[in-house]
């Protein structure tokens, strides 16, 4: 089982990024899915996170990202994406991907709700 996140790299603020996270060992559409990021100094907190594993999508979006951040999955690639819009120095961190296997809505954001993570990979966004 694992996840392996990529895309990260530095960029100049008002700019796009996009990461993936591929899946291998478990399919990912069975599963919830979140992006966390940590920023030095800082906890781990969730970015975008989905759940349809009963067939109906819930999302969540950090209020921080809302309106620049778009969650997709690719269930045939068994990937996962996070396009980043219109970046800001503040959302300079290290994202992680991760996937849960019994999710609640309600917990959805947080980490420990999930059972598998990447390894990371590090965003800079230049001011």
């Known amino acids: 089982v694992q996840l392996q996140a990529s895309g990260g790299g530095l960029v100049q603020a008002g700019k796009s990024l996009s990461l993936s996270c591929v899946a291998s060992?478990?399919?990912?559409?069975?599963?919830?899915f979140g992006w966390f990021r940590q920023a030095p100094g800082k906890e781990r907190e969730a970015v975008s996170c989905?759940?349809?594993?009963?067939?109906?999508?819930?999302?969540f979006y950090a209020d921080s990202v809302k309106g620049r951040f778009t969650l997709s999955r690719d269930n045939a690639k068994n990937t996962a994406f996070l396009q980043m819009d219109n970046l800001k120095p503040e959302d300079t961190a290290v994202y992680y991907c991760?996937?849960?296997?019994?999710?609640?809505?309600?917990?959805?954001?947080?980490?420990?709700?999930?059972?598998?993570w990447g390894q990371g990979t590090l965003v800079t966004v230049s001011s």
């Open positions: 060992g478990f399919t990912l559409d069975y599963h919830a």
């Open positions: 989905i759940d349809d594993s009963d067939g109906y999508s819930q999302y």
């Open positions: 991760a996937a849960g296997s019994s999710v609640i809505y309600s917990m959805l954001n947080s980490r420990s709700s999930y059972d598998y």
